[in-house]
């Protein structure tokens, strides 16, 4: 059983930054696809990048250039850098998990979910 908590939310003002956090309980850089996932209130949830040791960041179109997703091996912590923040961002941000060398945007494809961390605009 692998157990996943994010943190790092808050609420940022457009073109502000945050950094997500995803605590993974057993190591997954090695044979883990790791992704972040998001959903907006009235929307479905939405791949945002996914990452594993055998292949580059993939990003949503939506993301790419703006947010980073990394990997820390040494704590088994995976990363979401979010820069320049837009109102279309905001949404509960979820890390999953799946042990398959191989990603999939499709949330299906996972196994393992965190409980989520809500990221918002301020006026």
């Known amino acids: 059983q692998v157990q996943l908590v994010e943190s790092g939310g808050g609420a940022v003002q457009a073109g502000g930054a945050l950094r997500l956090s995803c605590a993974a309980s057993?190591?997954?850089?090695?044979?883990?696809?790791m992704g972040w996932f998001r959903q907006a209130p009235g929307k479905e949830r939405e791949w945002v990048a996914s990452?594993?040791?055998?292949?580059?960041?993939w990003y949503a179109a939506s993301v790419r250039g703006r947010f980073t997703i990394s990997q820390d091996s040494a704590t088994n912590t995976l990363y979401l850098q979010m820069n320049n923040l837009k109102p279309e961002d905001p949404a509960l941000y979820y890390c999953?998990?799946?042990?398959?060398?191989?990603?999939?945007?499709?949330?299906?494809?996972?196994?393992?979910w965190g409980k989520g961390t809500l990221v918002i605009i301020s006026s």
């Open positions: 999953a998990a799946v042990d398959r060398g191989l990603c999939s945007p499709d949330d299906r494809y996972m196994h393992y």
């Open positions: 990452i594993n040791v055998c292949a580059p960041s």
């Open positions: 057993v190591s997954t850089a090695t044979t883990f696809c």
